[in-house]
Protein backbone atom coordinates (compact mmCIF):
# COMPACT_ATOMS: atom_id res chain seq x y z
CA UNK A 1 0.00 0.00 0.00
CA UNK A 2 2.96 2.24 0.70
CA UNK A 3 3.98 2.39 -2.86
CA UNK A 4 0.92 3.06 -4.79
CA UNK A 5 0.17 6.10 -2.29
CA UNK A 6 3.40 7.95 -2.84
CA UNK A 7 2.79 7.02 -6.53
CA UNK A 8 -1.18 9.14 -6.00
CA UNK A 9 0.51 11.93 -4.16
CA UNK A 10 3.39 12.17 -7.12
CA UNK A 11 0.52 12.36 -9.82
CA UNK A 12 -1.56 15.16 -7.74
CA UNK A 13 1.43 17.35 -7.66
CA UNK A 14 2.33 16.94 -11.05
CA UNK A 15 -1.85 17.82 -11.97
CA UNK A 16 -1.20 20.80 -10.13
CA UNK A 17 1.76 21.59 -11.65
CA UNK A 18 0.62 21.85 -14.88
CA UNK A 19 -2.85 23.37 -15.14
CA UNK A 20 -1.88 26.25 -17.01
CA UNK A 21 -3.28 25.03 -20.64
CA UNK A 22 -4.61 26.90 -24.09
CA UNK A 23 -8.20 27.73 -23.59
CA UNK A 24 -10.79 28.81 -26.18
CA UNK A 25 -12.78 31.85 -25.42
CA UNK A 26 -16.03 31.64 -27.35
CA UNK A 27 -17.45 34.45 -26.56
CA UNK A 28 -14.96 37.42 -26.44
CA UNK A 29 -17.12 40.46 -27.70
CA UNK A 30 -15.94 40.19 -31.15
CA UNK A 31 -17.78 42.34 -33.29
CA UNK A 32 -16.01 42.18 -36.59
CA UNK A 33 -17.41 40.12 -39.46
CA UNK A 34 -14.32 37.77 -39.18
CA UNK A 35 -15.20 35.02 -37.30
CA UNK A 36 -11.15 34.36 -35.88
CA UNK A 37 -11.10 32.41 -32.70
CA UNK A 38 -9.65 33.51 -29.65
CA UNK A 39 -7.35 30.83 -27.79
CA UNK A 40 -5.63 32.95 -24.22
CA UNK A 41 -3.01 30.98 -22.54
CA UNK A 42 -2.71 32.27 -18.62
CA UNK A 43 0.48 30.65 -16.82
CA UNK A 44 -0.03 29.16 -13.26
CA UNK A 45 1.78 31.88 -11.95
CA UNK A 46 0.51 34.98 -13.78
CA UNK A 47 1.41 38.37 -12.73
CA UNK A 48 -0.95 41.11 -11.55
CA UNK A 49 -1.60 43.39 -14.02
CA UNK A 50 -0.18 41.15 -16.63
CA UNK A 51 1.61 42.00 -19.84
CA UNK A 52 -0.01 40.61 -23.09
CA UNK A 53 1.68 38.73 -25.76
CA UNK A 54 -0.43 38.35 -28.71
CA UNK A 55 1.02 35.07 -30.83
CA UNK A 56 -0.05 35.17 -34.53
CA UNK A 57 0.40 31.64 -36.63
CA UNK A 58 1.49 31.65 -39.75
CA UNK A 59 -0.30 29.47 -43.00
CA UNK A 60 -1.68 25.85 -42.44
CA UNK A 61 -1.48 26.41 -38.68
CA UNK A 62 -4.03 26.91 -35.84
CA UNK A 63 -4.11 28.47 -32.50
CA UNK A 64 -3.65 24.97 -31.34
CA UNK A 65 -0.53 23.91 -33.25
CA UNK A 66 1.39 26.76 -32.95
CA UNK A 67 1.15 26.64 -28.89
CA UNK A 68 2.16 22.76 -29.50
CA UNK A 69 5.37 23.71 -31.48
CA UNK A 70 8.16 23.75 -29.90
CA UNK A 71 9.75 26.03 -32.12
CA UNK A 72 7.36 28.52 -30.84
CA UNK A 73 8.38 29.13 -27.41
CA UNK A 74 5.97 31.93 -26.06
CA UNK A 75 4.42 29.23 -23.97
CA UNK A 76 8.21 28.76 -22.12
CA UNK A 77 8.14 32.43 -22.14
CA UNK A 78 5.14 32.94 -20.40
CA UNK A 79 5.76 29.76 -18.09
CA UNK A 80 9.33 31.53 -17.09
CA UNK A 81 8.25 34.75 -16.56
CA UNK A 82 4.03 35.03 -16.04
CA UNK A 83 2.45 36.88 -19.33
CA UNK A 84 -0.46 36.20 -20.46
CA UNK A 85 -0.55 35.06 -23.92
CA UNK A 86 -3.47 35.09 -26.63
CA UNK A 87 -3.32 32.60 -29.74
CA UNK A 88 -5.78 33.75 -32.07
CA UNK A 89 -6.84 31.18 -34.76
CA UNK A 90 -7.76 31.92 -38.50
CA UNK A 91 -11.10 31.18 -40.13
CA UNK A 92 -9.81 31.42 -43.70
CA UNK A 93 -9.23 28.41 -45.27
CA UNK A 94 -5.76 27.20 -45.45
CA UNK A 95 -5.54 29.22 -42.71
CA UNK A 96 -3.58 32.08 -43.58
CA UNK A 97 -4.45 35.46 -42.70
CA UNK A 98 -6.58 38.21 -44.52
CA UNK A 99 -3.97 40.58 -45.47
CA UNK A 100 -5.59 41.61 -48.40
CA UNK A 101 -8.99 42.72 -48.15
CA UNK A 102 -10.06 46.22 -47.50
CA UNK A 103 -11.61 45.21 -44.28
CA UNK A 104 -8.85 43.72 -42.81
CA UNK A 105 -6.53 46.65 -43.78
CA UNK A 106 -8.35 49.74 -42.37
CA UNK A 107 -8.98 50.34 -38.70
CA UNK A 108 -12.73 49.01 -37.71
CA UNK A 109 -12.90 47.61 -41.21
CA UNK A 110 -14.59 44.34 -39.64
CA UNK A 111 -11.36 41.80 -40.85
CA UNK A 112 -9.48 39.19 -39.44
CA UNK A 113 -7.28 42.45 -37.79
CA UNK A 114 -10.29 44.13 -35.99
CA UNK A 115 -11.14 40.07 -34.72
CA UNK A 116 -7.70 40.04 -33.13
CA UNK A 117 -8.13 44.18 -31.79
CA UNK A 118 -11.20 42.66 -30.35
CA UNK A 119 -9.28 39.85 -28.40
CA UNK A 120 -6.96 42.28 -26.84
CA UNK A 121 -10.13 44.72 -25.65
CA UNK A 122 -11.83 41.50 -24.52
CA UNK A 123 -7.93 40.08 -22.30
CA UNK A 124 -7.42 43.94 -21.16
CA UNK A 125 -10.93 44.10 -19.99
CA UNK A 126 -11.10 40.47 -18.20
CA UNK A 127 -7.56 39.54 -17.36
CA UNK A 128 -6.24 41.97 -15.81
CA UNK A 129 -3.86 42.69 -18.73
CA UNK A 130 -1.65 45.93 -18.38
CA UNK A 131 -3.54 47.72 -21.20
CA UNK A 132 0.22 50.00 -21.75
CA UNK A 133 2.31 46.64 -22.25
CA UNK A 134 0.53 44.84 -25.66
CA UNK A 135 2.85 43.33 -27.59
CA UNK A 136 2.23 40.98 -31.14
CA UNK A 137 4.46 38.67 -32.63
CA UNK A 138 4.57 36.37 -35.34
CA UNK A 139 5.70 34.14 -38.22
CA UNK A 140 5.17 34.52 -41.91
CA UNK A 141 1.13 35.16 -42.33
CA UNK A 142 1.44 35.73 -38.75
CA UNK A 143 4.01 38.05 -39.27
CA UNK A 144 2.06 39.91 -42.16
CA UNK A 145 -0.74 39.97 -39.69
CA UNK A 146 1.63 41.30 -37.15
CA UNK A 147 2.54 44.56 -39.74
CA UNK A 148 -1.22 45.35 -40.45
CA UNK A 149 -2.28 45.11 -36.97
CA UNK A 150 1.03 48.08 -35.95
CA UNK A 151 -1.11 49.72 -38.95
CA UNK A 152 -4.77 49.16 -37.90
CA UNK A 153 -4.71 49.08 -33.89
CA UNK A 154 -1.33 51.58 -33.32
CA UNK A 155 -3.39 52.44 -30.52
CA UNK A 156 -3.32 48.87 -28.68
CA UNK A 157 0.20 48.00 -29.36
CA UNK A 158 3.37 49.01 -27.50
CA UNK A 159 5.77 47.17 -29.36
CA UNK A 160 6.02 44.44 -32.77
CA UNK A 161 8.31 41.41 -32.81
CA UNK A 162 7.87 39.69 -35.80
CA UNK A 163 9.04 36.93 -38.49
CA UNK A 164 9.54 36.50 -41.98
CA UNK A 165 6.69 39.23 -43.33
CA UNK A 166 5.79 41.71 -45.52
CA UNK A 167 5.05 45.36 -45.14
CA UNK A 168 1.86 46.50 -44.18
CA UNK A 169 -0.44 46.53 -47.25
CA UNK A 170 2.23 44.61 -49.52
CA UNK A 171 -0.41 41.89 -49.93
CA UNK A 172 -3.48 44.15 -50.93
CA UNK A 173 -5.67 42.42 -53.08
CA UNK A 174 -6.67 44.65 -56.21
CA UNK A 175 -9.91 43.62 -56.50
CA UNK A 176 -10.75 43.63 -52.36
CA UNK A 177 -10.76 39.74 -52.34
CA UNK A 178 -10.58 37.94 -48.80
CA UNK A 179 -7.47 36.31 -48.08
CA UNK A 180 -5.68 36.57 -50.98
CA UNK A 181 -2.32 35.87 -52.28
CA UNK A 182 0.01 38.49 -53.52
CA UNK A 183 2.54 37.25 -56.12
CA UNK A 184 4.12 40.54 -56.59
CA UNK A 185 4.56 41.59 -53.02
CA UNK A 186 5.30 37.61 -52.06
CA UNK A 187 7.96 37.67 -55.10
CA UNK A 188 9.52 40.80 -53.98
CA UNK A 189 8.40 43.11 -57.38
CA UNK A 190 6.01 45.23 -54.91
CA UNK A 191 8.68 48.27 -54.63
CA UNK A 192 7.91 51.49 -53.42
CA UNK A 193 9.46 54.46 -52.29
CA UNK A 194 9.90 55.14 -48.69
CA UNK A 195 7.33 58.07 -48.39
CA UNK A 196 4.77 55.67 -50.27
CA UNK A 197 4.70 52.77 -47.71
CA UNK A 198 4.16 55.25 -45.15
CA UNK A 199 1.09 56.53 -46.56
CA UNK A 200 -0.24 53.05 -47.28
CA UNK A 201 0.32 52.62 -43.05
CA UNK A 202 -1.62 56.26 -42.51
CA UNK A 203 -4.62 55.69 -44.61
CA UNK A 204 -5.40 52.33 -42.83
CA UNK A 205 -6.10 54.59 -39.82
CA UNK A 206 -6.93 58.10 -41.05
CA UNK A 207 -6.35 60.70 -38.77
CA UNK A 208 -4.67 58.84 -35.92
CA UNK A 209 -1.86 61.00 -34.37
CA UNK A 210 -1.08 58.98 -30.91
CA UNK A 211 1.81 56.97 -30.31
CA UNK A 212 2.63 53.79 -32.84
CA UNK A 213 3.99 50.19 -31.41
CA UNK A 214 7.95 50.16 -31.92
CA UNK A 215 8.99 47.40 -34.95
CA UNK A 216 11.63 44.64 -35.02
CA UNK A 217 11.59 43.28 -38.25
CA UNK A 218 13.22 39.84 -38.71
CA UNK A 219 14.19 38.44 -42.19
CA UNK A 220 16.27 35.90 -43.94
CA UNK A 221 18.57 36.38 -46.87
CA UNK A 222 17.04 32.86 -48.60
CA UNK A 223 13.60 33.01 -48.09
CA UNK A 224 11.80 31.48 -50.67
CA UNK A 225 8.95 32.21 -49.95
CA UNK A 226 8.58 35.80 -49.41
CA UNK A 227 11.78 37.64 -50.94
CA UNK A 228 14.35 38.94 -49.03
CA UNK A 229 13.57 42.43 -51.12
CA UNK A 230 10.15 42.68 -48.48
CA UNK A 231 12.76 42.90 -45.70
CA UNK A 232 13.52 46.24 -47.55
CA UNK A 233 10.13 47.94 -48.03
CA UNK A 234 9.45 46.73 -44.66
CA UNK A 235 12.43 49.11 -42.99
CA UNK A 236 11.48 51.44 -45.56
CA UNK A 237 7.99 51.74 -44.72
CA UNK A 238 8.42 51.38 -40.85
CA UNK A 239 11.42 54.30 -40.58
CA UNK A 240 9.23 56.82 -42.49
CA UNK A 241 6.28 56.04 -40.64
CA UNK A 242 8.16 57.15 -37.78
CA UNK A 243 10.05 59.99 -39.54
CA UNK A 244 13.65 58.58 -39.19
CA UNK A 245 16.23 58.36 -41.74
CA UNK A 246 16.48 55.17 -43.75
CA UNK A 247 20.18 55.32 -42.78
CA UNK A 248 20.54 52.86 -39.43
CA UNK A 249 21.81 55.26 -36.73
CA UNK A 250 24.20 51.48 -35.85
CA UNK A 251 24.41 48.49 -37.21
CA UNK A 252 25.97 45.27 -35.43
CA UNK A 253 27.51 42.35 -37.55
CA UNK A 254 26.44 38.87 -35.99
CA UNK A 255 24.34 39.33 -33.50
CA UNK A 256 22.13 38.06 -32.00
CA UNK A 257 23.55 35.02 -33.75
CA UNK A 258 26.49 34.51 -35.83
CA UNK A 259 25.74 35.46 -39.92
CA UNK A 260 22.72 37.56 -38.65
CA UNK A 261 22.91 41.84 -38.96
CA UNK A 262 21.32 44.14 -36.41
CA UNK A 263 20.23 47.47 -37.54
CA UNK A 264 18.84 50.05 -35.33
CA UNK A 265 16.96 52.84 -36.36
CA UNK A 266 16.79 55.15 -33.14
CA UNK A 267 14.73 53.07 -30.67
CA UNK A 268 11.50 52.34 -32.35
CA UNK A 269 12.44 50.53 -35.58
CA UNK A 270 15.39 47.27 -35.30
CA UNK A 271 15.47 45.05 -38.47
CA UNK A 272 17.74 41.94 -37.97
CA UNK A 273 18.58 40.10 -41.26
CA UNK A 274 19.47 36.55 -41.22
CA UNK A 275 22.05 35.68 -43.70
CA UNK A 276 21.46 32.36 -45.16
CA UNK A 277 18.48 31.49 -43.14
CA UNK A 278 14.53 30.62 -45.87
CA UNK A 279 11.79 30.80 -44.06
CA UNK A 280 10.88 31.59 -42.11
CA UNK A 281 13.61 32.89 -39.28
CA UNK A 282 13.42 30.68 -35.72
CA UNK A 283 11.69 32.83 -33.11
CA UNK A 284 14.42 34.23 -30.69
CA UNK A 285 12.37 34.19 -27.63
CA UNK A 286 15.42 35.87 -25.44
CA UNK A 287 15.41 38.73 -28.15
CA UNK A 288 11.87 39.51 -28.34
CA UNK A 289 11.19 39.73 -25.14
CA UNK A 290 14.43 42.28 -24.59
CA UNK A 291 12.35 43.92 -27.77
CA UNK A 292 9.13 44.32 -25.38
CA UNK A 293 11.10 45.07 -22.35
CA UNK A 294 9.46 41.54 -20.83
C1 LIG B 1 -16.84 47.38 -32.45
O1 LIG B 1 -16.08 47.46 -31.27
C2 LIG B 1 -15.13 48.51 -31.27
C3 LIG B 1 -14.27 48.34 -30.04
O2 LIG B 1 -15.04 48.28 -28.89
C4 LIG B 1 -15.86 49.84 -31.32
O3 LIG B 1 -14.92 50.90 -31.32
C5 LIG B 1 -16.67 49.88 -32.60
O4 LIG B 1 -17.43 51.05 -32.65
C6 LIG B 1 -17.59 48.68 -32.71
N1 LIG B 1 -18.12 48.66 -34.06
C7 LIG B 1 -19.33 48.23 -34.33
C8 LIG B 1 -19.72 48.27 -35.78
O5 LIG B 1 -20.09 47.85 -33.49
C1 LIG C 1 -0.50 42.92 -55.21
O1 LIG C 1 -0.07 43.96 -54.38
C2 LIG C 1 0.40 45.11 -55.04
C3 LIG C 1 0.96 46.04 -53.96
O2 LIG C 1 1.97 45.36 -53.24
C4 LIG C 1 -0.73 45.71 -55.82
O3 LIG C 1 -0.27 46.84 -56.53
C5 LIG C 1 -1.29 44.68 -56.78
O4 LIG C 1 -2.42 45.19 -57.43
C6 LIG C 1 -1.67 43.41 -56.06
N1 LIG C 1 -2.02 42.36 -57.00
C7 LIG C 1 -3.24 41.87 -57.14
C8 LIG C 1 -3.40 40.78 -58.14
O5 LIG C 1 -4.20 42.23 -56.51
C1 LIG D 1 6.00 62.33 -38.05
O1 LIG D 1 5.92 63.68 -38.42
C2 LIG D 1 4.58 64.16 -38.60
C3 LIG D 1 4.65 65.55 -39.18
O2 LIG D 1 5.47 66.35 -38.39
C4 LIG D 1 3.87 64.08 -37.25
O3 LIG D 1 2.54 64.52 -37.39
C5 LIG D 1 3.86 62.64 -36.78
O4 LIG D 1 3.27 62.54 -35.49
C6 LIG D 1 5.26 62.08 -36.72
N1 LIG D 1 5.19 60.64 -36.47
C7 LIG D 1 5.71 60.04 -35.41
C8 LIG D 1 5.47 58.57 -35.28
O5 LIG D 1 6.38 60.60 -34.56
C1 LIG E 1 18.85 35.20 -29.10
O1 LIG E 1 19.17 36.56 -28.88
C2 LIG E 1 20.03 36.79 -27.75
C3 LIG E 1 20.25 38.28 -27.65
O2 LIG E 1 19.06 38.96 -27.51
C4 LIG E 1 21.31 36.06 -27.91
O3 LIG E 1 22.09 36.22 -26.74
C5 LIG E 1 21.05 34.57 -28.14
O4 LIG E 1 22.26 33.90 -28.40
C6 LIG E 1 20.12 34.40 -29.33
N1 LIG E 1 19.79 32.98 -29.48
C7 LIG E 1 19.89 32.36 -30.65
C8 LIG E 1 19.53 30.91 -30.65
O5 LIG E 1 20.21 32.93 -31.67
Redesign the pocket.
Given at each position: MYFPSILAVGGFLATVASAASLTQVSNYGNNATSKAQMWVYKPDNVVANSPLVVVIHSCQSTAQSYFQNNLIPWKQGSDKKGYITVWPSSPNSGTCWDVSSRQSLSHLGGGDSQAIANMILYAIKTYDVDPKRVYVTGGSSGAMMSNVLAATYPELISAVSLYSGVAAGCFVSASGGVDQWNNSCSGGQSRAPADQWKKVVLDMYPGYTGPRPKMQIWHGSADGTLAPQNYEEEIKQWTAVFNLSQTPTSTVQN???QGYKTSNYGDSVQGIYAQGVGHSVPA?L??SE?WFGL
Open positions: FPKNTAI
